[in-house]
Nanobody, 129 residues
Framework: QVQVVESGGGLVQAGDSLTLSCAAS????????MAWFRQNPGKERELVAA????????YYADSVKGRFTVSRDYAKKLVYLQMNTLKPEDTAVYYC??????????????????????WGQGTQVTVSS
């Protein structure tokens, strides 16, 4: 199993920056990728950014491309989401997730929450205008 814990959410103003952290533990060697999702009440959970553990390749949703940066410290099993130029529409609960163990992590499947077996508790990000 893999355990995931997020931290770093908060209340900021539009244009501000915020960094979320995610600590993974357990059998992380069996999961190829990590991702950040976000969700608002009544809305579907959407992929924000993803990163492959070993290769370091990244993926971003169009809505955050150029503003958000996902990175990882492979040795420490930490994943970060640096969020710059935040907008009110970025307000959501942000979740860190670990991909299913031993899965072929890639393609459009990374956008599917069902491809992730391990989730953090979520951290609220609120951007005021």
């Amino acid at each position: 199993q893999v355990q995931v814990v997020e931290s770093g959410g908060g209340l900021v103003q539009a244009g501000d920056s915020l960094t979320l952290s995610c600590a993974a533990s357990g059998r992380t060697v069996s999961t190829r990728g990590m991702a950040w999702f976000r969700q608002n009440p009544g809305k579907e959970r959407e992929l924000v950014a993803a990163i492959w553990w070993i290769e370091g390749n990244t993926y971003y949703a169009d809505s955050v491309k150029g503003r958000f940066t996902v990175s990882r410290d492979y040795a420490k099993k930490l994943v970060y989401l640096q969020m710059n130029t935040l907008k009110p529409e970025d307000t959501a609960v942000y979740y860190c997730a670990a991909a299913k163990e031993y899965s072929d992590y890639g393609g459009s499947a990374i956008k599917d929450p069902g491809e992730y077996d391990y989730w953090g508790q979520g951290t609220q990000v609120t951007v005021s205008s």
